[in-house]
């Protein structure tokens, strides 16, 4: 079982920057995969970037690849999401999810643990 607590969002001007945490509880967060997902008003959750649990390779949306940065602390049981450069698009409710190994790491199906999510908002 793992709980998932993001936070570090907030309302920021187009432009700038936030970084997102998602903690963790639970002795066996460094044996998943984490990946953060979003979800703007209307529209379905869509996958933002991934990180294998041993940090080695990661994964991004076409739309925030080269401003968004998605890493982990093992040993703080924290997946961290840096997102520069930040448009009115990439307001959204951002989630962070515990992804056990099988299946894609793009879609949401695939991950056991969600946490309630943190909130984006970027003004232009």
């Known amino acids: 079982q793992v709980q998932l607590v993001e936070s570090g969002g907030g309302l920021v001007q187009a432009g700038g920057s936030l970084r997102l945490s998602c903690a963790a509880s639970?002795?066996?967060?460094?044996?998943?995969?984490m990946g953060w997902f979003r979800q703007a008003p209307g529209k379905e959750r869509e996958f933002v970037a991934a990180?294998?649990?041993?940090?080695?390779?990661?994964y991004y949306a076409d739309s925030v690849k080269g401003r968004f940065t998605i890493s982990r602390d093992n040993a703080k049981n924290t997946v961290y999401l840096q997102m520069n450069s930040l448009k009115p698009e990439d307001t959204a409710l951002y989630y962070c999810?515990?992804?056990?190994?099988?299946?894609?790491?793009?879609?949401?199906?695939?991950?056991?643990?969600w946490g309630q999510g943190t909130q984006v908002t970027v003004s232009s």
């Open positions: 999810a515990a992804h056990p190994g099988i299946g894609s790491y793009y879609a949401a199906v695939f991950y056991s643990y």
């Open positions: 639970g002795r066996t967060f460094s044996s998943y995969n």
């Open positions: 990180i294998s649990w041993s940090g080695g390779s990661t």
